[in-house]
């Protein structure tokens, strides 16, 4: 199993852009929606209680926000100029843009951090602003560099 | 975006099995898998470094440890029964030897921490015995749990 990961996996965090560029462009891809993937199934159920739809849970809340602030920051070293090609959803301006596309990705990994901070208070009001100012800031980035679902 | 992530996943992460019950079962799947796929990201270089295969560097495995303390928590919830007829390379025994995959997975969360904290020490020769405890608990399950690839 260690080999099989060897495989695959050796270089995709390193921090150096010639060592990310040796991990296959479809793996990239791969692990960049993995992220998104957990980032929805962490955040959907905050987004759920901020909007009064389930029961406000802190725990819950505690724990998945914690998850995301990792999570946040996980994705951007996958959205590098040897994947352009590959089929996934987003658009050229990640590729031709990505100056703002750093900034949108600073802003969650920011207000993903604000709210595991203010998630320790067990303040639901201040917790349920902060949440939307996550969907927010996931939302600003996929308006302008992801393709319409 | 609120919205979309709410349709797929509001509640896939509460702790009550009767909301996990509420996400689809091939949701709950390409959650899973999403969590075995980071895994392999971040735990695919520190292998190497174990094994002497890459550079060892103290800052990538802090922040890789640190990344796989969170995600070596987040898979377990999507191995529910409903999830038993979804093609995957889970074997049978997820299902009917819970008790040993339970187990099998509080080892890695266990092993993954103790990385995780001992990667905070800078000891080299400690954080990669540490590594391989990791790389043995993610294997030991494996072979019982997943069919061979």
Chains 1, 2 share one sequence.
Not at 71 to 81: E, I, N
Not at 130 to 143: N, R, T
Request: hydrophobic residues 40%.
């Amino acid at each position: 199993m260690y080999k099989a990961l060897l495989a695959t996996a050796v270089a995709a965090t390193l921090t150096s852009g010639a060592a990310i560029a040796q991990v296959k462009p479809e793996i990239l891809v791969k692990q960049r929606q993995a992220v998104m993937t957990l980032q929805g199934k962490y955040f959907g159920p905050m987004a759920g209680m901020a909007q009064g739809k389930i029961p406000f849970n802190k725990d819950v809340v505690q724990r998945n926000a914690g998850y995301l602030d990792n999570l946040s920051r996980m994705a951007w070293d996958g959205f590098v100029d040897s994947t352009k090609d590959v089929k996934s959803a987003a658009l050229p301006a990640v590729y031709t843009d990505s100056a703002k596309f750093k900034e949108a990705a600073s802003r969650l990994e920011n207000e993903a951090n604000k709210l595991y901070q203010v998630s320790r208070s067990g303040d639901e009001a201040a917790i349920k602003a902060q949440i939307g100012a996550v969907g927010k800031s996931c939302g600003g980035c996929h308006e302008s560099f992801r393709a319409k679902q």
